[in-house]
């Protein structure tokens, strides 16, 4: 699959980065205090335009080579704002760059991961997005299980995670730190949307 398919949710879009949209991704990271977590991944660019160019790439050849990339999250809702405008990202780590790579009991896993730009937050947004993302993920191509992984001081992804239908699952280390592992099993999923 060279692209992932376009998603409609109640308030989004989501669909894949296309090339153009470095300048809306960069609006999202341009508040290094909100993207803290993103921008202290070993190796990640200090620049949010940087960031934003090297997220969408990252995506696009992961969507290319694995199957498996982030979505720009886009506002359908005019009543959110302007529509069309990028307000975020969801999906998965490309699995070339990310830590799910590490697998576990014998299966490999896809790591989850998003943003919100500051502005949009608290609205349910991420939630809604991540929604469809698991829903993809468990209904259309199958994965057995999602992992999450976040820093132990990000209170907002955890409990994100935990609402979603993520269990914590242990201490780790990722992305060069102490990090927080959640996962999330495909019969799980299934129990709670059934």
Known sequence: MAQPPTIETKRLLVRAFKDD???G???VFDDLEAMWDVIAIPGMPRVP?????????DSIAGWRDHDAGFWAVVIA???LGPVSDIIGYCGFVNPSAGEAKAEFDDHA????GWGIHPAYQRRGLASEAMK????YAF?????????AITDPENYASQT????????????????GTLQERYVLERDDFLARVV
């Open 160 to 175: 994100l995670s935990l609402r979603l239908g993520f269990e914590f699952d242990s201490e780790i280390n990722a992305y």
């Open 77 to 79: 809702d005019a009543e």
């Open 25 to 27: 991704l960069t609006s």
């Open 132 to 135: 469809s993302v698991l829903d």
């Open 109 to 112: 896993a896809l790591e989850v």
């Open 139 to 147: 209904n259309q191509r199958n994965c057995d299980r999602l992992i």
């Open 49 to 57: 335009r940087t960031v934003a160019e090297k997220r969408i790439t």
């Open 21 to 23: 949209d470095v300048e």
